[in-house]
């Protein structure tokens, strides 16, 4: 680093939005070396969705969010109840303090990883960057299980309720084919901001330890957010209070990318009303969740409801087989769009450096 002192380089060293601010606003003799942050970073993001559309999920002996989901659950058997307990507060305490140590030591640990990767060549650290995003994101495996959910159901409707069963938490088996494909288009509109866009945009603001920290928080919710019984047996717990920390945090990271997909669905679904966006999440009672379902409600003209909880869309048809497909059309539309943005940034900082921006 001849231009950028070491201090001044921990100072911005995981967050690539910091980094483009600097390499806007640098004196001209640093500017470069900001430039190719911003451009292995933008590297990076091309390099992790690539990874994901050509091989999916790392094994799961190496995979950071099974590590993650496997101290969760140890830590969590010994946090939550195994009685229901109207105002518990020092287990709500308990498992903040938990949650925060995890997440400070997830943070930390992709922060080291980027002090290593600091003497390394920018264009091989942004590559190398890509493929340690790349287990913090996921949109393949998304695909694939709300595709195999359609395909189960052109065998039978019982097929096509055991099969929604591996993605939602609730009983499929009452459910009828129009009530399993609002089930998986739902979980694909909410889980296409919770794996993708949500997990982008927090390495854009804070690089691996960004997107690091919002994957804890999001596996985090899945395990602990969720109020009430959990588990069988000698694992069940109560999580009404154990879980609230947890929860609220992920409506947090999650507020913003929330917006953002439903926002980048409406773009590619050719504009949709905010008016009734807004509507639609309203009637959610998840502050976010809301914002992708609806979105892709609307753009399909279908409804999605939950019996007694909520009704999105409410004048729209009952979702049918095509209905289905054009959904993960349009969800991959949403992710193509990333690729694209990702792609004309890169010529946008070339061209700023190739004509003295980057040089001064």
């Known amino acids: 680093m001849t231009v950028v002192s070491a201090w001044e380089w921990l100072a911005w060293s995981f967050s690539p939005l910091a980094w483009l601010w600097q390499a806007l606003t640098a004196e001209p003799a640093a500017q470069a070396f900001w430039s190719q942050q911003v451009i292995g970073a933008l590297g990076a993001m091309l390099v992790a969705l690539l990874l994901d559309r050509i091989w999916g999920e790392p094994p799961l002996w190496m995979h950071p969010v099974v590590l993650m989901g496997k101290l969760l659950g140890g830590l ?16 709500f305490w308990l498992a903040a303090l938990a949650w925060c140590a995890l997440a400070a030591l997830f943070f930390m ?13 920018w264009w091989l650290r942004g590559m190398l960057t890509g493929v340690l995003l790349k287990p913090l994101l996921s949109w393949r495996m998304l695909r694939d299980e709300v595709q195999a959910v359609e395909a189960a159901l052109q065998q039978s409707l019982a097929a096509g309720r055991e099969r929604l069963s591996w993605l939602v938490s609730r009983d499929t088996s009452e459910l009828d084919a129009a009530t399993v494909r609002e089930s998986a288009i739902e979980t694909l509109a909410e889980n296409l901001s919770d794996s993708v866009i949500a997990a982008l945009f927090w390495f854009a603001v804070a690089g691996l330890p960004g997107a690091a920290l919002y994957r804890f928080a999001n596996t985090a919710d899945a395990m602990w957010g969720y109020p009430g019984w959990r588990g069988r047996g000698e694992q069940r717990r109560h999580w009404q209070w154990a879980g609230k920390w947890a929860a609220r945090a992920d409506d947090v990271l999650n507020w913003i990318p929330a917006r953002l997909t439903a926002a980048w669905l409406a773009l590619v679904a ?7 966006l807004r509507q639609d999440a309203l009637a959610a009672p998840s502050p976010n969740g809301g914002w992708p379902m609806g979105a892709m409600a609307r753009a ?3 409804r999605l409801s939950k019996p007694g909880v909520y009704r999105l869309n409410p004048s729209g048809a009952a979702p049918e087989a095509g209905h289905l497909q054009r959904a993960l059309q349009l969800a991959s539309r ?3 769009a990333q690729v694209l943005c990702a792609l004309a940034a890169m010529v946008l900082m070339v061209l700023w450096m190739w004509r003295g921006g980057g040089h001064g």
């Open 334 to 336: 949403v992710v193509l």
């Open 109 to 121: 640990a992709y922060w080291l990883v980027l002090l290593l990767l600091q003497p390394a060549p």
């Open 76 to 91: 969590g058997q010994r946090i939550a109840p195994c009685s229901e307990v109207a105002r518990d507060y020092r287990r």
């Open 300 to 302: 399909l003209g279908v």
């Open 270 to 276: 050719g504009g949709l009303s905010w008016a009734g």
